[in-house]
Every structure is written in C-alpha cells, then in structure tokens.
C-alpha cells in the first residue's frame, strides 16, 4: 500500500452568495486542475437565521453537477423542470444541471437556528457537458453508514466504501463521497483508488495526516462578543487537505475525534471556461450559454418534457 502525501493544506474563505447568505468558501474560482473535477465547494453551516434565510433565490446553472449534503437545519428547492421539495437532516441532492436549469434553494434552520451543510461542483466533460438536466434526492435514511471495529463510522453517499454503495449514482466524475468520522486518539487507513484526485475537508475535531505537517492554526472567521474577528483556530475545523498519489490516506485523530468529508473523482483534464453558475470549455461556448440567457433559450426543449 501506498500512502497518499499531502499538497496541500489551506483554511476556508468568508464570503456571501445567494441574496446575502454568509458561508465559507474551501476551494473555488482560481486553478481548477488541483481539485479536477471539482471545481467548487462552500461550507454554510451557520447558526444566525438572519445569515442564511435569504437563501439562494432563481438562478441559472449549466455544464456541471451541484452536490448539496445537509447536516442539520433543511432546504426547500424548486426548479425549472417542475421539481420540488425539501433536504432534511443527513440528506443529499445531487443535481446535474446539464444542458440548463432554473432553480432556486432556500434555507431553514432547525428549532436551534443551525443551518448546516456544504455544496460541491463537480465539472462535466465536453460530452454531456449538454446533457439532459436531473436531480437525485437522497433521503439520509437511505444513506448507508458502515462501521469499524475501532468505532470509525463512514456514511457512503456515492461510490463503494468497505462493502457498502451508496445510493447516488449515474454521475460523470464517478466520485466517491464520503462522510468520516473516527474516535479521539486513533490511526486510521481508509483505501482510495490510486489515480483518482482526492482531498479530505475536516469540519468537526481535529488530527492530522500522514505525511503532513504539524498541525498549525487556520485562519477562519469566529464570532466574539457579537463581533467577527479572525484568528487562528487549533482545532482542525474547516480545513482543507488536498492529497496526492498512492492507494491509501493516513488519519491521526485527536483529543476529540475527527469527522471530514473525503472525496475522490475521475479527472477529467479539460480546457475550463468559467464564470458564475456556468461552466464550459470554451470561451465561445460560454458566451452562447449568457445569450442563450438573455434570450430566453437557456432551458432546452428535453428539459421541458
């Protein structure tokens, strides 16, 4: 077995998106090929309704999947297509926009005010890059969770783990995604398709992993005395590792556990044509994609049916 180094470690960004929902940005809008095919993803979890319930209200995507995962709190969405419904605790969409769709998300905390969860970009190559769009909705009851002797805990939302499928499938990237968590003060090996881009997000307790440095503070954005500050957080949370060859990826868990995502993907090693919502390979491409908007054209005639 081969044990994957680590590339790349780096904190979250604070950003806005949406009609003014604040969330954290962990990778996105600069050089794509470190995470291909992943282009994007944003940490929103937040316990303040008034920084989340404008939501994400009508707007346009083309030319990628969006991988929305919801850890506590819900979201309502509607779409171009006619879809609606809402994301419950523990649940998953994966939406593969294609060809073009309309759709918006808005979020609701639970009896807390937590909103929490992340979303994923994953690109789609050139040839369906005009594929017919669709959505998965996964209910967390139908996600299935495995677990080790040692008490490390997987929930499986796409790809194989450990005996175990996960219920998301038919995707471009065929990517593995996985929901980790491992008890305080344990070494883990957790298997990983040799030639497959993967990273690690840590969101819950900390550790490190093999081949890594010493745990050092992310800068992140916290709340003290009701004013936002930066500092350096110990503990792990919202920190990205980037990972690269080898068959195997290595945790060290600390004092409270670890819990991250762990994702890997088939690159796809195309040109990237790139502004907003919309995703091509050309710059050609993606000027038609914004005419196709103003002009009304931007939902194909499949996508009607």
Not at 7 to 29: C, D, I, N, Q, W
Not at 63 to 87: F, K, Q, R
Not at 245 to 253: A, F
Request: aromatic share 8%; net charge negative.
């Amino acid at each position: 077995m081969s044990i994957r180094p680590v590339k790349h470690v780096s904190g979250t960004t604070p950003t806005m998106e949406g009609a003014g929902v604040h969330l954290h940005r962990v990778f996105g809008f600069g050089d794509p090929s470190m995470t291909d095919p992943f282009l994007m993803m944003d940490d929103f979890r937040n316990d303040s309704p008034e920084k989340y319930a404008a939501g994400f209200p009508w707007h346009p995507h083309r030319g990628i999947e969006t991988i929305t995962y919801v850890l506590a709190g819900s979201v309502d969405h509607a779409d171009s297509l006619g879809n609606a419904g809402t994301l419950g605790p523990g649940s998953v969409q994966w939406m593969t926009a294609g060809s073009g769709i309309l759709h918006q998300e808005m979020p609701k905390g639970d009896t807390s005010g937590r909103m929490h969860g992340f979303q994923l970009w994953a690109n789609l190559p050139s040839g369906e890059k005009m594929t017919t769009p669709r959505y998965q909705d996964i209910s967390g009851a139908d996600i299935p969770e495995v677990i080790d002797d040692d008490g490390t805990r997987v929930r499986v939302i796409t790809g194989e783990f450990w005996g175990k499928k996960g219920p998301v499938d038919g995707i471009a990237a065929d990517p593995q995604y996985l929901d980790v968590w491992v008890p305080p003060l344990t070494r883990k090996a957790l298997p990983i398709d040799t030639y497959r881009s993967a990273f690690a997000y840590i969101f819950e307790g900390s550790g490190t992993f093999r081949d890594a440095s010493k745990p050092f503070g992310v800068l992140v954005e916290k709340e003290v005395n009701g004013e936002e500050i930066h500092l350096r957080d110990l503990s792990g949370d919202r920190t990205l590792v980037v990972f690269d060859t080898g068959d195997e990826v290595v945790v060290q868990s600390g004092e409270n556990g670890i819990r991250f995502l762990l994702v890997t993907g088939k690159p796809i090693q195309e040109p990237v044509a790139w502004h907003g919502p919309i995703v091509m390979n050309t710059q050609e491409e993606l000027a038609q994609a914004f005419a196709d908007l103003r002009s009304g054209n931007f939902i194909r005639e499949q996508a009607r049916m």
